[in-house]
């Protein structure tokens, strides 16, 4: 299962800026990947995993943020397709999932 959290945080402030500075700190610091600017995903064992998760995402948004947090299974999060235009270079391998065997 994977988490996916979408953020649009002001910046226009430098205490906006610090706390859109932490917000993204700590999506890192819980095993968030960025897969483009305000995009983040996190692949969790279970969901009950993905709820730990959730429940740390929602205590971290800044009081003036709009976060959305999605969650998909492996089967969809494999289904995605990404476009790159002519002058971009390849995609990012994807984040490493939990190998059990």
């Given at each position: 299962?994977?988490?996916?959290?979408?953020?649009?945080?002001?910046?226009?402030?430098?205490?906006?800026?610090?706390?859109?500075?932490?917000?993204?700190?700590?999506?890192i610091?819980?095993?968030?990947?960025?897969?483009q600017?305000?995009?983040?995903?996190?692949?969790?064992?279970?969901?009950?995993?993905?709820?730990?998760?959730?429940?740390?995402?929602?205590?971290?948004?800044?009081?003036?943020?709009?976060?959305?947090?999605?969650?998909?299974?492996?089967?969809?999060?494999?289904?995605?397709?990404?476009?790159?235009?002519?002058?971009?270079?390849?995609?990012?391998?994807?984040?490493?999932?939990?190998?059990?065997?």
């Amino acid at each position: 299962m994977w988490v996916v959290v979408m953020f649009d945080l002001p910046v226009d402030t430098a205490d906006a800026r610090r706390q859109y500075a932490r917000f993204r700190k700590s999506l890192i610091e819980d095993g968030f990947t960025m897969l483009q600017f305000s995009v983040y995903a996190r692949h969790c064992a279970s969901e009950e995993n993905a709820e730990v998760h959730l429940r740390r995402v929602s205590a971290m948004v800044p009081p003036d943020g709009e976060v959305r947090v999605l969650t998909i299974t492996d089967k969809q999060f494999e289904r995605m397709a990404v476009y790159l235009g002519e002058t971009r270079g390849q995609p990012e391998a994807p984040p490493p999932q939990l190998h059990l065997f």
